[in-house]
């Protein structure tokens, strides 16, 4: 599985966008990014996941540069609820890939303060 | 359906005892996951089911736990023979295949604590 690279920490205002980042210049043409985040003491739950284009949904946004090596997450008003451990995850396609799972690393713990 | 749901969600054991966890999947969906997560690491996998089938397990998966899915829907993971380096928490996933939305949804856990 190919690696990725994120801060361990960051901090922000709540109220305040958040921009996490994530390297992945060893990303194969077939790989997906994905994103999860994991409250403490819960299990990880989804954020969201993107091939080449932006993409957005309700709880965030996902900018994936153009030659595909970085992407980052984006938190467009952080609030106390979204302090967590960030993971940015490559997935092969889950409907024709065999590599199904995913491979967490250590993640980027957020924290957001008054 | 109220997602993925593990029994128990705490478990303590004395070093050498066997045990043996449950994940019930979210109903539609014909893959399941287990994962092992330590204090301060993200999860690291154990292995997966495609419906009854054991597809993929990882060389963390020593030859004293054993995962079952046997009529592809509820999973049983057994340790046995338990060493303290077995206590973490064990986290079951499960999604689905074809279409779209094929996120993994994970349950919250079972806590266990070899002593």
């Known amino acids: 599985d190919a690696k990725t690279t994120q801060p361990n920490s960051m901090e922000s205002n709540e109220e305040e966008p958040v921009h996490l980042p994530c390297n992945h210049s060893?990303?194969?043409?077939?790989?997906?990014i994905h994103w999860y985040r994991q409250l403490p003491s819960q299990g990880p739950e989804y954020v969201i996941h993107?091939?080449?284009s932006n993409v957005n949904n309700r709880m965030a946004s996902l900018a994936i540069a153009e030659d595909r090596k970085s992407s980052t997450l984006i938190l467009h008003r952080a609030t106390l609820r979204d302090a967590a451990v960030y993971y940015c995850?490559?997935?092969?396609?889950?409907?024709?890939?065999?590599?199904?799972?995913?491979?967490f690393g250590t993640g980027t713990r957020l924290q957001v303060t008054l | 359906d109220t997602g993925v749901s593990q029994d128990p969600r705490h478990k303590i054991t004395k070093r050498g005892q066997n045990v043996t966890f449950r994940c019930d999947p979210i109903?539609?969906?014909?893959?399941l996951y287990w994962y092992r997560q330590t204090l301060g690491q993200g999860p690291e996998f154990l292995t997966y089911f495609q419906n009854e089938a054991q597809l993929e397990k990882s060389r963390l998966l020593s030859d004293r736990f054993s995962a079952e899915r046997p009529k592809g829907s509820f999973s049983t993971l057994e340790i046995q023979r338990t060493e303290q380096g077995d206590s973490a928490m064990y986290l079951c996933?499960?999604?689905?295949?074809?279409?779209?939305?094929?996120?993994?949804?994970f349950g919250q856990g079972t806590r266990l604590t070899v002593v």
């Open positions: 995850i490559l997935r092969d396609d889950p409907n024709t890939g065999t590599a199904s799972k995913l491979t």
């Open positions: 993107g091939l080449t």
């Open positions: 109903s539609e969906h014909n893959r």
């Open positions: 060893t990303i194969s043409g077939t790989d997906y």
């Open positions: 996933a499960s999604s689905s295949t074809g279409g779209i939305n094929t996120e993994a949804f």
